[in-house]
T-cell receptor, first 115, second 114 residues
């Protein structure tokens, strides 16, 4: 079984500051890792994902994440926050063995951006 | 064109009623899902279908019955609604189950039971 822990249910940064959202996972087999973003009253949009290959993954809107197996982490970063980045962010894990392609989500981190 | 569309977006209904949420995807995907997001924003899978075949039923009460008339549609029918059913229900789809394929989500259906 897999699990995801997102450290910090709420993160607040100033516009232009570094965004760092933390995600740690647990999996006994190689994981596939995802970050999704949810804007208010909207669905989930994929930011980026790691399956195999390069451990530094670049996504949309200037976000990137690095898969670190030794630390069981997949933290999401963005060098400079914009007001439009304010949203809920979800880290999720699955594996090739997950029946039905089930995604296991973390509890989410709400990102606030101060002007 | 919306890739995964679900209706209605907002639904307010009384306890004991029966309601349905419809979902359609135009991505040509084989696998469709229903996820539930509770009041604390926690997301959990409810059902997964592959080519109209039920793959996952994640210990959901049998008041919830998914129906997939074809691989582009996955509807969710809920009988005898309870207050605890109030949540956001997301339909989603992917090209295949597993293998790290991206799961595309709909805009959600906000269900409020009063």
């Amino acid at each position: 079984a897999q699990s995801v822990t997102q450290l910090g249910s709420h993160v607040s940064v100033s516009e232009g500051a570094l965004v760092l959202l933390r995600c740690n996972y647990s999996s006994s087999v190689p994981p596939y890792l995802f970050w999704y973003v949810q804007y208010p009253n909207q669905g989930l949009q994929l930011l980026l994902k790691y399956t195999t290959g390069a451990t530094l993954v670049k996504g949309i809107n200037g976000f990137e994440a690095e898969f670190k197996k030794s630390e069981t982490s997949f933290h999401l970063t963005k060098p400079s926050a914009h007001m439009s980045d304010a949203a809920e962010y979800f880290c999720a894990v699955t594996t090739i063995y997950n029946q039905g392609g089930k995604l296991i989500f973390g509890q989410g981190t709400e990102l606030s951006v101060k002007p | 064109d919306t890739a995964v569309s679900q209706t209605p977006k907002y639904l307010v209904t009384q306890m004991g009623n029966d309601k349905s949420i419809k979902c359609e995807q135009n991505l040509g995907h084989d696998t469709m899902y229903w996820y539930k997001q509770d009041s604390k924003k926690f997301l959990k899978i409810m059902f997964s279908y592959n080519n109209k075949e039920l793959i996952i039923n994640e210990t959901v009460p049998n008041r919830f019955s998914p129906k997939s008339p074809d691989k582009a549609h996955l509807n969710l029918h809920i009988n005898s609604l309870e207050l605890g059913d109030s949540a956001v229900y997301f339909c989603a789809s992917s090209t295949d189950r597993g293998s790290g394929n991206t799961i595309y989500f709909g805009e959600g259906s906000w269900l409020t039971v009063v």
